[in-house]
């Protein structure tokens, strides 16, 4: 075989190597682009109302409310979500992101004198109304 003869093969080897690889680059890029139109968050928006109200009734003002994600059956370990204070006439209201998979959150508030911590339900409406008197 001579020079030229095997110059010549080895480019037409390099250029089916080279074609094959770009053809395989286009299947994979088919393969790794996701559908514009696919949607997917691993968190969820829940819309959280609380009301509070002291041992005499009257609303809890400027009291703690902790939003808990239970991260065992029990409801031992505990993850804190949101946190803030309830407002002059007891309320506390806010958009919450909370993990796509929960089925529970514990809500504690800090009133003393009343049972101040539940855990509730969601649903799938997307809101969680509770009062603690």
Partial sequence: MTTNTLIRFTTALLLVAACANTFA????????????????TAEQDLWVQIAAYDV?????DQRSVEILEALDAEGQATR?????LTDATGSFERKVRV????R???VRV??????NTVTLDLDGS????HTFE
């Avoid at 680059?25 to 696919?38: C, G, R, Y």
């Avoid at 804190?80 to 803030?84: H, M, Y």
């Avoid at 800090?110 to 049972?115: D, E, L, T």
């Avoid at 997307?126 to 109304?129: A, E, K, P, S």
């Fill in 126 to 129: 997307g809101v969680v109304v």
């Fill in 56 to 60: 005499e009734g009257a609303p809890a």
């Fill in 104 to 106: 529970q959150l514990m």
């Fill in 80 to 84: 804190v979500l949101d946190k803030g």
């Fill in 110 to 115: 800090g009133v003393f004198g009343i049972p």
């Fill in 99 to 102: 993990p796509a998979g929960a």
């Fill in 25 to 40: 680059a286009a299947q994979l890029q088919d393969v790794v682009s996701p559908d514009a139109a696919f949607q997917y």
